[in-house]
C-alpha cells in the first residue's frame, strides 16, 4: 500500500525523505522545494528552534504553510496527542499542502485553503512570484490574474495555540489582529517578516524577541513571553 502511495505521488514532483518525514515536492518552485531536494532541511535555525521548543502534546499553528514542510515537521513533534493547525492560501500551494499531510497519514492536522486576516471578507491575490511559490502577494499580480478569495480570522478556526508560525508575505499584522485571543493564551511565535507593524504589535501583546533565527533565506525572528 506505501508503495502505491509513492508512486502515484511521485508523478507529480519530487519524492523526497526528511528529518522524520516525507513530501512531495513541487518541481516548478526553484526556493523551497529545490533546497529540500538538494540538503533535506529548511532553514536550519528556524528547524532547530521548532523542534527544541515544541512539546508533544502541543498545539502549533502554521499561518502560511506553503506545501507543508513546518506543518509535517510539528505534526510529528506534537505526537497524536497535539494537533497542527495549517493555513494556506494559494490552491496550488494547498494542494502540496494536502498531498503532504496525507502521504505521511497526519491525523492531527486540520488544513484551511484561506487567507487569515483580521476580518471576514474577500481579498484580491494576485498570484505567486515565479520560480518562488513561497512569494505571494495580495492585491496584486504577479504571474495569474487576480482574484478573489476568502479570508478569514485565526480566532474563528483555532480554540487555543502554544507556538504559532507566522510568514504571510507582507500581511502579518492582519493575521496577528485577527488572533488576538489565540495569541493571549500562546507562549511562542516565530515570526518571518519585516512588517515593523506587526513587530509592535506582538511586542503591545506582551511578546518579547528573544533569538534572531534570520538566515539567507530571509528574516525570521522568535517572541516569546518573559
Known sequence: MKRGLDETFGTLGWLVELDGFRMILDPNDENISKVLRTVKIWEPKVTDAVKQLLRRGDIFVS?????????????????????VYAFEAWPKNFTYLHWNIMLNGLRNVEAYPLILSDRVEEKGFGGVEKGNTG????????????????????????????????????????????????????????????????????????????????????????????
Open 63 to 83: 499561518c502560511g504553510a506553503h506545501i507543508g514542510y513546518y506543518t509535517c515537521l510539528a505534526a510529528h513533534l506534537v505526537g497524536p496527542q497535539g494537533k
Open 135 to 226: 512569494g505571494s502577494r495580495l492585491d496584486g499580480s504577479n504571474e495569474a490574474p487576480n482574484v478573489r478569495y476568502p479570508a478569514g480570522r485565526l480566532d474563528d478556526y483555532v480554540p487555543r495555540a502554544d507556538f504559532l508560525m507566522v510568514d504571510c508575505e507582507g500581511w502579518d499584522e492582519l493575521v496577528l489582529r485577527g488572533g488576538v485571543n489565540l495569541l493571549s493564551r500562546a507562549s511562542t511565535v516565530i515570526y518571518e517578516s519585516m512588517s515593523q507593524e506587526g513587530v509592535d504589535w506582538l511586542r503591545s501583546q506582551g511578546f518579547e524577541m528573544t533569538e534572531d533565527l534570520s538566515s539567507g533565506m530571509g528574516p525570521s525572528h522568535l517572541y516569546r513571553r518573559p
